[in-house]
């Protein structure tokens, strides 16, 4: 019997010493086959999210964030204790005890699988970052098998911090949100370290189901599953019973339900500025790495300049579609029957995609046309009886193929939607009615930059960034027109012309294969010998081309390449591209013309100061100039710290300073005098192409260089009468008013090397030094050409030979009469005047 007994025991202890082996053989051998090949769990000791890239103000302020997933990294070291506690008593109240997994919780879970139930989770926040990291999210064995092993390695790799610091980091929180710092900010503003109770366990509460425990639309299971974390927190001694029972009391607060201020609504709207930003740093350092390498960008936007600039800009654009009389509207209506029902119609308001980014316009809807007037429900403000627009405000637009507008309702109908803005006094702010507005057809773009370090202080790329992304300051590639000739005379005077040289301004033809083109004038007139300031004040082509074709195109084009009009070997070398006939862009333009206003000195625009990495080391600094005193803490008396410029040189200073005093002319009084007028020294040079299709103004003053540019995006004429000087010219005007208000603006820096010399600047004359009159102007001359100069005439006729019999034309008609001059006795003489040539057509651009 006791044989019996012994035998069945050592049968049993043998079978189950066999099948303990067995087991350990068949357990070994599976972590050895699924552990063979698995990721390099060592690679997260480096680890390093994709993380949101912020761009900020000169000033400092945050202005825009891009990125892929939303993330703003924590160290473990930032995050309070109470988040760490809510995450670990909703995902894995044993976390701090376990070696990498949770044996209760794998039988649990084997438990329900037998029992019929879906294979689930138990896994432990150490697996959980495994499968985030590197392993699939697929529902199987074999990947449980896997993180199992790699959490197990994990946790003798990484410290407990370390690995909730991984996690906390990574976990997908809804909203586009990962991690708990950007969370924190996307359901209530604020950061980690404010967070109360029942917040920190709402986002504890996430994980389980991010997309389907939405504070708004799943309110109620999204305060269960939270009252569910701040229990366990009570029940794992993390917060007392008191804490417990009054955050579970609270309701559910968030952004999204309107608690809250979102973190949105503190920064400026996305426009044109950021939105290049994003474009050239995506070219520079790729767009891996500006999505999610976690940059801080500090940028050279300026909002106060940003917003006058695009004040400017619209108020251009508006005033000449209004000018037209077309009311075009938005286009958009939202359905009549909801027009009942204020609840109704405000949901369908918002939902609206129209432009909402304009200063001072606001969204609204015609409810009712009625007689003389038009009732509007106005977004965001509450019904007033005052919310109508009356019949004298229509009266200047009307429909296409329509008579004009006596009432709002030959314009407008109920359901549409529009945009309005407050009328009131220019006496008091005192509201006097609304008015309806339209976007423009036209665009245009707009650029302003420091002259001296090609840091971008405004650009606004068209009338609204969300009616238009498209920026047409870099993107928009256009005729430049007449603001192109300063290359060419830029490029003359540095071959040994001068501001006094005489260029004939007459009919010319040139030949083109089988055409022959026949540029011509703006008034449609010619005025023969012409000084070289007067050509570009009065905008002359005829003398453009003529001055082109003596110098050579090549010369031309080598110039405008190194100012960075063009790329190197992009311009085409035919004349008539002499009068801005190839395409380019704002942002070109003003950048070259900096480097009039700079002395001649190589800038490079940019709208970023400098890019810090994630871990704050600099990696683009714009400025490269040095400064030499900074670092001493004694500088002379009445001395500042001196600033050294090793920049490259693109143009002989004297030459630069006689490009910009011509065309300081044109201000003063050239085609730009009546409409640009400011109280410090300004130069620039209006265009306006071919059939009024684009006009451009650009211009600047010591230290601030501007530009404008109006068209249709598909190019067609804007009508007679558009010209750079009409359109561009207010705009610059507004904006460069307050620049100077904040900047100042000084005299035109005057280069060594040269002498100022008395001319007649129709004639080109040489007058004494006395002499005074609106004819005669200073011009600064190298000190070895004044003598060369003025030995005898200088006249470029381009072949041109002068006919017989040919009708003289007025000066008078172009000029303001002959040259008077007062001598130095006091006398007033006049200058004989120049001869003129009859009225012949022609063609080409102006």
């Not at 740093?281 to 960008?297: N, Q, T």
């Not at 509007?376 to 109508?388: A, F, T």
């Not at 670092?631 to 090793?646: D, Y």
């Amino acid at each position: 019997m006791i044989r019996f007994i012994l035998a069945f025991f050592g049968a049993i202890f043998s079978f189950v010493t066999i099948g303990a082996v067995l087991g350990a053989v068949i357990l070994g051998a599976i972590l050895w086959i699924y552990g063979r090949d698995l990721p390099k769990h060592e690679q997260l000791a480096q680890y390093a999210p994709p993380t949101i890239s912020r761009v900020y103000s000169g000033e400092g302020s945050l202005i825009d964030e891009f990125s892929v997933e939303r993330r703003l990294f924590a160290p473990s070291s930032e995050i309070p204790d109470l988040i760490k506690q809510a995450f670990i008593s909703a995902e894995d109240k044993n976390f701090y005890t376990h070696q990498g997994y949770d044996p209760v919780g794998m039988a649990s879970a084997i438990v329900d699988m037998a029992q019929g139930g879906r294979l689930r989770g138990a896994s432990t926040i150490t697996q959980q970052v495994m499968k985030n990291f590197l392993l699939s999210g697929d529902r199987s064995a074999e990947r449980k098998i896997k993180e199992l092993i790699l959490a197990v390695r994990l946790e003798q790799t990484l410290t407990k911090e370390q690995i909730l610091e991984l996690y906390l980091n990574e976990i997908y929180l809804g909203q586009n949100s990962y991690g708990v710092a950007a969370a924190a900010q996307t359901y209530y503003n604020k950061p980690l370290s404010e967070l109360n109770v029942e917040e920190a366990a709402y986002l504890a509460a996430l994980p389980k189901a991010p997309s389907t425990l939405h504070p708004v639309r799943a309110k109620e299971s999204a305060t269960q599953r939270r009252n569910f974390v701040l229990r366990e927190m009570y029940e794992n001694g993390f917060i007392t019973q008191a804490a417990y029972q009054d955050a579970r009391a609270e309701p559910l607060r968030t952004v999204q339900n309107g608690d809250y201020e979102g973190f949105r609504s503190q920064r400026p709207p996305r426009g044109y500025f950021t939105d290049e930003i994003r474009r050239q740093l995506s070219r520079d350092f790729g767009a891996e790495e500006f999505f999610s390498g976690g940059l801080s960008i500090r940028s050279t936007f300026d909002p106060e300049f940003q917003d006058r600039s695009a004040a400017a800009l619209q108020r251009g654009l508006e005033k000449y579609d209004r000018s037209r009389g077309l009311w075009r509207g938005t286009g958009k209506t939202i359905p009549t029957e909801t027009l009942g029902d204020e609840a109704q119609w405000r949901e369908a308001l918002a939902e609206t995609q129209v432009a909402r980014d304009i200063e001072g316009w606001e969204v609204a809807v015609i409810l009712e046309t009625s007689g003389d007037t038009a009732t509007l429900g106005i977004e965001d403000l509450p019904r007033e009886d005052s919310q109508v627009v009356p019949a004298k405000d229509v009266q200047w637009a009307r429909r296409p193929g329509q008579s004009r507008a006596r009432v709002p309702g030959d314009l407008v109908s109920p359901g549409d939607v529009v945009h309005v803005r407050r009328m009131t006094s220019d006496d008091d702010g005192s509201f006097i009615r609304w008015t309806l507005r339209q976007v423009p057809d036209v665009e245009g773009a707009f650029v302003a930059m420091d002259v001296n370090t090609g840091r971008v202080i405004a650009m606004q790329g068209g009338f609204s960034y969300q009616h238009s992304v498209f920026n047409r300051a870099t993107q928009a590639a256009r005729q430049p027109g007449s603001s192109f000739k300063p290359f060419v005379y830029a490029a003359a005077l540095d071959t040994g012309f001068t501001p006094a040289t005489i260029v004939v301004d007459a009919p010319f033809e040139h030949r083109v294969g089988n055409t022959v083109w026949r540029p011509k004038n703006y008034s449609n007139k010619f005025y023969g010998p012409t000084t070289l300031r007067t050509g570009i004040e009065r905008s002359r082509n005829l003398m453009t081309v003529r001055l082109a074709k003596e110098i050579g195109m090549s010369t031309v084009a080598e110039y405008a390449e190194k100012f960075g009009v063009y790329d190197e070997g992009e311009m085409l070398k035919y004349l008539p591209i002499s009068l801005g006939s190839q395409e380019t862009t704002l942002y070109r333009m003003v950048t070259a013309y900096s480097m009039f206003a700079n002395g001649g000195e190589r800038i490079y625009p940019t709208l970023v100061d400098r890019v810090q990495d994630r871990y704050g080391n600099t990696i683009y600094r714009h400025d490269p100039r040095k400064c030499v005193d900074c670092a001493s803490p004694l500088v002379p008396q009445g001395q500042g710290p001196r600033i050294v410029s090793e920049r490259e040189r693109v143009m002989d200073p004297i030459t630069a300073y006689q490009i910009t005093s011509m065309m300081k002319g044109v201000v003063d009084r050239g085609t730009a005098a009546r409409t640009v007028n400011l109280p410090v020294p300004t130069a620039g040079k209006t265009g306006t192409t071919n059939e009024e299709k684009d006009v451009w103004f650009i211009g600047f003053t010591s230290n601030i260089a501007a530009g404008c540019y109006i068209g249709f995006d598909q190019p067609r004429p804007m009508g007679k009468g558009a010209a750079g000087g009409t359109m561009c010219g207010p705009v610059f005007d507004e904006f460069m008013e307050y620049a100077v208000e904040e900047f100042g603006g000084s005299d035109f820096k005057v280069p060594p090397g040269g002498t100022f010399i008395k001319i007649d600047r129709i004639s080109g004359a040489r007058l004494s030094s006395s002499a005074s009159g609106p004819n005669v102007v200073a011009e600064y001359f190298r000190n070895d050409s004044t003598e060369r100069v003025f030995a005898g005439t200088v006249v470029v006729d381009g072949g041109f030979k002068m006919g017989s019999g040919l009708p003289l034309y007025s000066r008078q008609e172009a000029l303001t009469g002959v040259s008077e001059i007062v001598t130095s006795t006091g006398q007033r003489r006049s200058i004989p005047r120049n001869s003129g040539f009859g009225t012949i057509s022609s063609g080409g651009l102006y």
